[in-house]
């Protein structure tokens, strides 16, 4: 019988292979930005400008260069953190890095409350669908989980805004932080971890109060797919042999589900749960816009309207940083949890 790895020895694997992943996204980012019709330097000056600052801009950005030393350069500067500085109207002459780093834990904490919101709502329907099954109770999740997955993520949050903000007052309708009050000092960028190292709860409620809506409307349109995912898994758990073994053995119904059937059935979850929080950073383009959120969905859109090469291009590319970590970080996750996969 071979030896079963070791989970560091897994981990070392997984980061190994992250690199060439790396360099795919990182490849696919550079084609893209450079196969898409126009020229960005063009478009930048909106085509009005002299021929010598169009072609002094595209000096300054390497772009009069052959394309395998544009190639080398951009891996030499992403690797060494320089992301040059933005050529956009709104954040002209910033440095890029800065700029993304500035804007990120927004989007960190927004991805974080509606993963929250997903796995506590999307799981405790998919258990509850799960051993209720044909049941009307089973009925209505299932037509919860198709609807809700369905939602454009931008008409949710209108009307959550309707009802909370405009209707019933009982919430912010926008915005990260009420403007008449003071902010926590800024230790991690995120308000409410910012307000809790203070030991100030009022900021941290005010921050929260910001934050329940859009997490509302980012998680409860990915909790569709989490119910759909967890019901299924844990109606082809409990059908296992073992679960039959339990309840042969006497156990009572919900000791059976609650302690074998849905630690199985969360294993494969395990796995959505990481690779749809990347996701979540996607959805949170539409979400930020829609709740004037200031991440780097916001940076993202505000540097394509104003045709900031630059800045989109650094943006993508922390994007596909941020995918890697976490995809990663699931597989040492799933090693952990599942030793057979080590192999």
Do not use: C
Not at 140 to 146: D, F, H, I, N, P
Not at 163 to 175: E, K, R
């Amino acid at each position: 019988m071979p030896k079963r790895p070791s989970l560091l020895a897994y981990a070392i694997s997984r980061l190994l292979l992250a690199f060439p992943m790396l360099l795919i996204l990182l490849t696919v980012v550079f084609a893209v930005l450079r196969i898409l019709p126009g020229d960005p330097i063009a478009a930048l000056y909106g085509g009005r400008a002299p021929a010598d600052v169009v072609a002094a801009a595209r000096e300054r950005l390497g772009l009069n260069k052959p394309v395998w030393e544009q190639y080398v350069i951009y891996l030499r500067q992403i690797f060494t953190g320089d992301f040059g500085t933005s050529l956009g109207e709104i954040y002209r002459g910033n440095s890029v890095w800065a700029t993304v780093m500035l804007k990120l834990p927004a989007t960190v904490e927004l991805a974080a409350g509606g993963m929250i919101v997903a796995s506590v709502v999307g799981i405790g329907m998919g258990v509850l669908g799960g051993v209720n099954r044909d049941r009307p109770i089973d009925v209505a999740v299932r037509l919860y989980g198709t609807i809700v997955w369905v939602i454009p993520i931008f008409w949710l949050g209108l009307m959550l805004q309707l009802i909370f903000a405009v209707a019933l007052g009982w919430l912010p309708p926008s915005l990260r932080y009420s403007s008449n009050v003071d902010r926590p000092p800024t230790v991690t960028g995120l308000l409410t971890l910012d307000g809790l190292l203070e030991g100030n709860l009022g900021h941290v409620w005010v921050a929260l109060q910001h934050l329940i809506l859009p997490s509302l409307t980012l998680g409860l349109v990915l909790s569709g797919f989490f119910t759909k995912t967890v019901r299924a898994n844990l109606l082809r758990t409990v059908s296992s042999d073992f679960v039959e073994a339990a309840r042969a053995r006497g156990l009572r119904w919900r000791t059976v589900v609650y302690r074998y059937a849905f630690k199985n059935a969360l294993i494969p979850v395990v796995t959505i749960l990481g690779l749809q929080f990347a996701i979540l950073f996607a959805g949170a383009v539409l979400t930020e816009r829609t709740f004037s959120w200031d991440g780097m969905g916001t940076l993202l859109l505000d540097s394509i309207e104003s045709k900031d090469y630059t800045m989109i291009q650094g943006t993508v590319v922390i994007y596909a940083f941020i995918i890697i970590v976490i995809s990663v970080i699931v597989d040492i996750i799933n090693g952990l949890i599942d030793p057979r996969v080590r192999y």
